[in-house]
């Protein structure tokens, strides 16, 4: 069975990763963060730890290299899951490095629809100071519209919910979009060729782009059909 592939592009606080639970929540679908899987190297006790987090904490992005090894060795683990990338690519670099391995394993692989989210600057730096997440299993809350039962704890696992380090500062919250909206038009020319990219308005309420995001796919009981 082949292996869906959705990805979602977004400047930080547009909205993707919280869009990628839902459907992880309703559908089983695997949302893989390559954000998340950073921060868990970043745990580890090695140098490229290090530069991995200070890579982070400065708002810059790591290698695409390092990032596709990442990214793809997440993939390999999933099995009968509809995949979707929550940040990657995020450079043209990235976006062909990936699609040579896609078309290298066509009878592995598809690559369903490309979600580019929304948001112009005010709004997401007010969403990324409300946004904590949780320090064990990564899940993103919004303290505004998407609260924790109990403050300051993890729904889903009781972990510890924290403010990311690089949410913190305004600055690099800033270089981060500026870095996307450098990155971005490049990443959508490179999709629109093959028809694959699909605009989302995140101002709109979480339900109404959740829907949105279940027509384009047309998932009807389960399955999408695109
Ligand atoms: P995120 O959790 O998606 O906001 O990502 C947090 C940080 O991880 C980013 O600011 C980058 O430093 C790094 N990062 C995440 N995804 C990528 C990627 N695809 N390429 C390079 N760096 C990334």
Known sequence: MKKELIIFLGSPGSGKGTQANMLKEEFDYYPLSTGQLLRDEGKKDTEEAKEINRLINAGLLVSDELILDIAFKEIEKVENQTIILDGYPRTLKQAELAQQIIDKNLDKFILKKVFIFDLEETALIYRIRNRVTCDKCGKVYNLITKKPEKVGVC????????????????????????????????????????????????????????????????????????
Do not use: H, W
């Not at 699909?198 to 829907?211: A, E, G, R, Y």
């Open 155 to 226: 729904d889903a696992c009781g972990g510890k919910l924290m403010n990311r380090v690089d949410d913190s500062e305004i600055d690099s919250i800033l270089k981060r979009n500026r870095i996307y909206k450098t990155n971005i038009p490049d990443i959508i020319s490179f999709y629109e060729k093959n028809n694959l990219t699909f605009l989302i308005d995140s101002v709109k309420d979480l339900k109404s782009i959740n829907q949105e995001i279940k027509n384009v796919l047309k998932i009807t009981n389960n399955k999408s059909e695109v």
